[in-house]
């Protein structure tokens, strides 16, 4: 990952970074999760429209993805679903009817294990970050019983108005947006800024463990340049396919899941489970 790599985690002013050390049991890990696709099984975006809107509201939907950004474009939607404007004229969909369908959604049982353990584990600070938004994520985290699992939750803001509209804003404010050139198709959300950032006021840690699977995990796994880190990517996701096509293995180890129990093997063979 050389040629993608051009940053390295900061150390303080103009000094190489210091050497990296054995991992031991007492070491700091910091373990980063994105939602979508990784710790759950499915998208929720488009997993709440089909489950609540139907398929024709799904495909309206999608047919103005040219037009708006990926975070537009679920406000979008979610203000009509809320609203009962959509195309087939259902009754607008309530808090309780998001919630009720967001606990619904797929996700591998090793992986909510996995995470109860590592939040369970005082040298392990846990965090999410997702493109998604905090009403469906800290819902199903609350359903899940895994919020106090997770030290910090980085999304798109939202939150029902007084008439129960969903409002889902961008984490990025569209007038200041972030310059990350490999972040360019998500302008709303960099997530190597937020691993950082993680990395700078909840460490020194000792390794960082990065779980993804799409294009926008790419820069978040950037940042991940020590011996010890270990990137965990989905196969045959873009995640992976991206890191594949960078061609290198010049910084930290890959490796690929396919399901919970492939996550709960890999971590446990690097003993950070």
Known sequence: ???LIGAKRKHGGDQPAPPPTTTTSTAKTLVVWDFDWTLINENSDTWLIK???GTEEYQHVMSRRKELSWTSLMAYAYERMTTGTTVTGQPKCTPEDLASCIASIPVFEENLTAIRRL???DTITQCCVSDANTVFINSYFKNKNIASDFAELHTNPASFNPDGVLEIRPYVSIDAPHEC???ASSPNMC???IVEDLVERL???ERVVYLGDGRGDLCGCSKLIGKEDVILARLEYALARAIAAANSED???LALWNNGKDIVRELEARHVL
């Open 1 to 3: 990952m050389a040629a």
């Open 51 to 53: 489950q609540l809107g």
């Open 119 to 121: 939040g369970a584990t």
């Open 181 to 183: 050139s490999v972040c």
């Open 191 to 193: 997530k190597g800024a």
């Open 203 to 205: 460490g020194p840690f």
């Open 251 to 253: 910084y930290c180890t």
